[in-house]
């Protein structure tokens, strides 16, 4: 049942907290757990339902998943190729990234696999993955591209060089995963870099994996018939979370918080980089590396914002942010332009079009020109009014932080999909101070 709510003026958010793991480390771990011989075990991954999706699915093809306390999880996998037909069909719910990795595991598999998802997920483009994975050799009962699928592995999985047509690390992650299971060499090239979880927890399980550099383009080479190895791993607070809080200690008056443990993997941290340009004062405290990633705690404290221009070569490494900085945007002084945000109409909503609609109900003025979205902001936002969520945690949460900082309330028409992502979002929000109704 949906369930409405409203962010209430706040001042003063103070306290030092943890937001929950990374969704697209902790998808892989279970899937690159799943994918093993011997077992994975995985500390702080993040219990929301996408995630929880993702681990189910693997278990319903073999993989023994088990929770061990909270965020600890144990994967005995069987070993690339070794995954057994599921027996009912794989509900991904509303998680873009667990469908779209694991049609690259039915590559690898020669039997059929049925996906479901939910209403938004089943209205999301598949052809992206399809259309890589069918030349490996996937093919499909029906005869349109979104959910639900009915997806037929093939005998022997074809390798192939693949040039992304879209900065899609779901796209580029699929590719990887299926051409595990070819023989010979699977390539990749990527015009622009996506986040690297893909190649990074890949190379840690033993696969042997390259990555060049070659004029502007990357160019990822994995060799197939692999071996993967279980490992332990050790995920790290999701920066696309700490967004959230990040935005509410700025707009919220004499506020001083720290998140502890995150994720700066640079293939992440645009939304960052993008308030430094607009005079954030937010510092990275005790940088250091886990587990093959940079993490560190991020102190950040009330700022007056000023415009800029966001370029559209940074949007792969804040594509999930761009919400929150459009409302963001609309506190600060002058415009802001977000160059080139396509990509953000085949999210969980269309955020493009959610974003302007929410940013006009809170009477933020705001326009788009092509992929382009331009907000005029006036350092202070009048707020009120409804917004749509369309079934988007991030719609949510990015709407729910800006009522914090505007005049009047704004009424956030459904948060139940915050759970997807970020299922502690109130209460630790609310432990920093601030208040919802
Ligand atoms: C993700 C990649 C991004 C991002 C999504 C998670 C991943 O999607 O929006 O939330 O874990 O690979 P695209 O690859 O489609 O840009």
């Not at 033993?206 to 383009?217: I, M, Q």
């Not at 749509?388 to 028409?413: C, E, N, W, Y």
């Amino acid at each position: 049942m949906a369930q409405a709510l409203s962010g209430l003026l706040s001042s003063g958010l103070s306290g030092s907290v943890r937001v929950p793991g990374d969704k697209s480390i902790s998808h892989r771990a279970l899937i690159f757990g799943a994918l093993s011989i011997g077992e994975t075990e995985i500390t702080g991954l993040l219990e929301a339902d996408d995630v929880l999706a993702t681990a189910k699915a693997v278990s319903q093809m073999g993989a023994d998943v088990e929770q061990l306390g909270e965020g600890h999880w144990r994967v005995r996998g069987l070993g690339v190729g070794g995954l057994q037909a599921p027996s009912g069909p794989l509900d991904f719910g509303n998680s873009g990234t667990a469908a779209r990795l694991m049609m690259g595991v039915i590559a690898g598999h020669s039997f059929e696999a049925k996906f479901v998802g939910d209403e938004s997920l089943s209205s999301r483009p598949m052809r992206r993955v399809l259309d890589p994975l069918s030349q490996m050799g996937l093919d499909w009962h029906e005869e349109y591209d979104h959910l639900p699928l009915t997806l037929i592995g093939p005998s022997r999985t074809l390798p192939m060089t693949y040039e992304l047509p879209v900065p899609s690390a779901q796209v580029k992650s699929a590719v990887l995963i299926a051409g595990l299971f070819a023989p010979g060499i699977t390539q990749v090239i990527e015009k622009e870099a996506t986040r690297d979880h893909t190649e990074r927890m890949l190379s840690y399980f033993g696969a042997k994996l390259t990555v060049t550099l070659e004029a502007d383009k990357r160019l990822i080479a994995i060799e197939g018939d692999a071996e993967l190895k279980g490992a332990p791993v050790i995920v790290p607070s999701d920066p696309s979370s700490a967004a959230f809080l990040t935005g509410a200690a700025l707009i919220c008056p004499d506020s001083d918080i720290t998140i502890e443990g995150v994720l700066l993997n640079p293939t992440r941290t645009g939304f960052y980089q993008t308030l430094a340009e607009m005079g954030a004062n937010i510092t990275f405290i005790n940088e250091r590396e886990e587990n093959g990633e940079p993490i560190g705690d991020i102190r950040v404290r009330t700022s007056q914002l000023k415009g800029v221009t966001v370029p559209a070569e940074r949007a792969p490494s804040m594509i999930d942010e761009y919400p929150m900085l459009a409302c963001l945007a609309g506190f600060a002084t002058g415009q802001t332009r977000m160059c080139d945000l396509g990509e953000l109409r085949v999210k969980e909503s269309d955020r493009l079009s959610a974003t302007q609609d929410g940013l006009q109900a809170a009477s933020i003025s705001c326009d788009s020109e092509g992929d382009d979205l331009i907000v005029q902001g006036t350092g202070q936002v009048e707020g009120g009014g409804f917004v749509k969520t369309h079934m988007d945690h991030r719609i949510a949460m990015s709407f729910l932080v800006l009522s914090l900082g505007a005049k009047q309330p704004m009424v956030i028409d459904d948060t139940t999909m915050i759970a997807t992502s970020f299922p502690n979002f109130i209460p630790l929000m609310e432990k920093l101070g601030c208040r919802f109704k």
